[in-house]
């Protein structure tokens, strides 16, 4: 599979992630070979929600080279998928227990939802102590 082929299928995957609803709130997806590219997978995209559906929408978050893509501003309730682009193992746990994705393989994808509180939540991975962000709640 060349480099094209699988950004396609990585973008093809991200749009299938953020169709699915699903009650848990801690959810991991197996994700391509060690080894892979993809230029899709890193990218934060917004799911739409069908008229009158309550479903909310999908936004992602990058961890590389130890770090977190940034600060994320999510809606309450919101899935948030986050993509591991390294080759170990992080999680993205919010400092006050509220939400945690649990072990996320190097190159492969986690998820949780978004608290339903607006407001400003620090977060971590609980296997590197340096490894800090900010995710912003905002209804």
């Known amino acids: 599979m060349n480099r094209y ?7 093809a995957l991200s749009i299938l992630l953020a169709s699915c609803s699903s009650s848990k709130s801690d959810k991991k997806t197996s994700a391509p070979p060690a080894g892979s590219t993809s230029s ?5 995209a917004a799911g739409s929600s069908a ?12 961890i590389k080279d130890f770090g977190f893509s940034g600060t994320l501003t999510v809606k309450p309730g919101e899935k948030v998928t986050v993509t ?3 080759s170990t193992v992080h999680t993205l ?4 227990g ?4 649990g072990d996320i393989e190097g190159n492969a994808t986690g998820s949780f939802t978004a608290p339903t509180a607006p407001g400003t939540y620090k977060i971590k991975c609980r296997h590197h102590p340096d490894m800090h962000g900010t995710l912003v709640v905002k209804g």
């Open 5 to 11: 082929s699988f950004a396609a299928a990585a973008a």
């Open 40 to 44: 899709a997978a890193g990218s934060s």
């Open 51 to 62: 008229a009158g559906s309550s479903a909310p929408a999908s936004s992602g978050i990058t």
């Open 84 to 86: 591991n682009k390294d």
């Open 93 to 96: 746990t919010d400092e006050g």
């Open 98 to 101: 509220m939400f945690d994705t």
